[in-house]
């Protein structure tokens, strides 16, 4: 049996305590296989985001397992948890998180300077990149001169760096025009097809969702049934995980 890239098991998580307790995941599971593009839906406040948060490592969960490769995430210290984070996710999200006054190329090579590569490899690494997706004219620019557009390409050049198994993909389109936002989702959609990474994207995007090869629908911290392109009426479908 193949062993899933990523396997979420009951996963639960709260914030704030006593009449200010919110839940926001409550009881969720979802496997996820290598190469596969899936779809988180949900509208705002469904627990989403806070499900990749976990699936990503960049969480824990109050309750429930998170295995990466098999292995429990629990178990990682906070260097090898990091390690993971480094090597094996990419990460793009509606917020570039850019540094403005940095170039281009800086920006794209900031993991490889976490994980302690040289200047030259980075930088030949970083460039390998930004001409995959046709940005290595724009190299010594500072990220704070270019157009939405352009500066998502570099947020998926950063998360691309480092040959990552996984990209986590928080609304990648929702600050984009929609022809851009095309242009966004077929990198990303042909980085899937053509190298095996694997998607995990969350949107409340139906159009986007139904690109992915399965579509998780969460609703107040559930996981629901949902038709594509409709959203669910409460309580519908509702099954705790």
């Known amino acids: 049996m193949t062993i899933p890239v990523l396997d979420a098991v009951g996963i639960h998580k709260s914030y704030g305590h006593g009449a200010t307790r919110f839940?926001?995941?409550?009881?969720?599971?979802?496997?996820?296989?290598q190469g596969e593009s899936i779809a988180i839906v949900g509208k705002s406040g469904s627990g989403k985001s806070t499900l990749m948060h976990i699936l990503a490592l960049l969480d824990e969960p109050d309750q429930g397992v998170v295995q990466v490769a098999g292995e429990d995430a629990a178990g990682l210290r906070a260097r090898a948890l990091n390690g993971v984070r480094n090597r094996d996710f990419g990460f793009v999200f509606q917020q570039f998180f850019l540094i403005p006054s940095a170039s281009v190329l800086d920006n794209v090579t900031l993991p490889l300077a976490i994980a302690g590569l040289g200047v030259r490899e980075r930088n030949e690494r970083g460039m390998a990149v930004l001409r995959a997706l046709e940005l290595d004219d724009k190299a010594k620019n500072k990220a704070i001169n270019l157009s939405g557009g352009q500066k998502q390409r570099v947020v998926i050049a950063r998360a691309l760096v480092n040959n990552p198994k996984?990209?986590?993909?928080?609304?990648?389109?929702?600050?984009?025009?929609?022809?851009?936002?095309?242009?966004?989702?077929?990198?990303?959609?042909?980085?899937?097809?053509?190298?095996?990474?694997?998607?995990?994207?969350?949107?409340?995007?139906?159009d986007l969702a139904a690109r992915c090869d399965r579509r998780i629908y969460l609703r107040d911290g559930l996981e629901t049934t949902a038709a594509p392109g409709a959203e669910p009426a409460p309580g519908e479908g509702e099954v705790q995980s």
Do not use: C, M, Y
């Not at 928080?170 to 998607?199: C, H, K, M, W, Y």
């Open 23 to 33: 839940d926001a995941l409550k009881g969720v599971s979802l496997r996820v296989g």
């Open 166 to 206: 996984v990209i986590f993909a928080d609304e990648p389109t929702g600050n984009l025009d929609t022809a851009t936002g095309q242009v966004v989702e077929d990198i990303l959609f042909s980085l899937n097809r053509e190298q095996g990474i694997t998607l995990v994207i969350v949107t409340h995007d139906q």
